[in-house]
């Protein structure tokens, strides 16, 4: 039965969609079935992340409305054959209710791994349909201090969802930054949004090919964190030290 996760953040942009194509990217590459669910409707853009727009011809509100089956609506991701994305309709205008998308996730979980479920930025309508549909959460922040305050402001709000479990991500870190002591290191971020750091994501000038960086360690690290609950604080140490 799959997991379910949703990756969120309260602030827009702080790499939720990077931090949910590449997790999902590196757990596919461990062999692992994972869905890539966007959430985010209306600027959903997880299927243009992933390179696959204009492949799903059919999305997660057809399958809810019976215009297909939930497995139908899949997309494969032709790199990663056990990389899936369930795309999210560009109409903003029409209520989906959280119970709704339930039902189309828990008929695909028994197949998969691993549903990520892309949230919208924001706390609204949005924000609790992708949290309503997980079992545990992973916040995204940036090291800038609004981007900490809504992590924060999320972070609380996800008690009331009685998640599994709740771990942060780090990302868009400069090293030069922090070895310079300019910006927050990323455990003094984890410690006072009193959360488990899971993964440290450094800023990166070229990262992305259809945003799915192959070779980057520091999702390879958040796979295996996330996968099998290695313990990695060493290694964010000895990754910026490096
Ligand atoms: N670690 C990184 N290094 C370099 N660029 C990054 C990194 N993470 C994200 N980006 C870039 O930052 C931009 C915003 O990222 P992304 O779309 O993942 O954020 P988001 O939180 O999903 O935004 P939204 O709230 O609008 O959904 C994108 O152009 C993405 O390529
Ligand atoms: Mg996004």
């Given at each position: 039965m799959a997991r379910k996760i949703v990756i969120t953040s309260g602030k827009g942009g702080v790499g939720k969609t990077t931090v949910c194509c590449n997790l999902g990217a590196q757990l596919a590459r461990k062999g692992y079935r994972v869905i890539l669910c966007d959430l985010d409707f209306g600027l959903n853009n997880v299927d243009v992340a992933l390179g696959l727009e204009h492949r799903a011809l059919y999305d997660v509100v057809?399958?809810?409305?019976?215009r297909c089956r939930p497995k139908q609506a899949l997309v494969m991701h032709p790199r990663y054959p056990t990389l899936y994305c369930l795309s999210s309709n560009r109409i903003l205008e029409r209520y989906v209710s959280p119970q709704a998308v339930r039902l189309v996730l828990d008929s695909l979980a028994p197949l998969f791994d691993f549903v990520l479920i892309d949230s919208p930025a924001g706390i609204d309508e949005g924000f609790h349909r992708a949290v309503s549909c997980a079992e545990e959460g992973l916040i995204v922040t940036t090291p800038h201090i609004s981007a900490m305050r809504d992590a924060d402001r999320v972070a609380g709000m996800l008690k009331s969802y009685r998640l599994n479990s709740v771990g942060l991500v780090v990302n868009l870190v400069r090293r030069d930054l922090v070895r310079r002591g300019e910006i927050l290191q990323p455990e003094e971020i984890a410690s006072q949004l009193r959360l488990p750091l899971l993964s440290v994501i450094p800023e990166e000038d070229k990262l992305f090919l259809d945003n799915v960086c192959e070779r980057s360690r520091a999702f390879r690290?958040?796979?295996?964190?996330?996968?099998?609950?290695?313990?990695?604080?060493?290694?964010?140490?000895?990754?910026?030290?490096?």
């Open positions: 057809d399958a809810i409305e019976g690290l958040l796979a295996a964190t996330v996968a099998e609950g290695e313990v990695t604080k060493g290694e964010h140490k000895r990754f910026f030290r490096r």
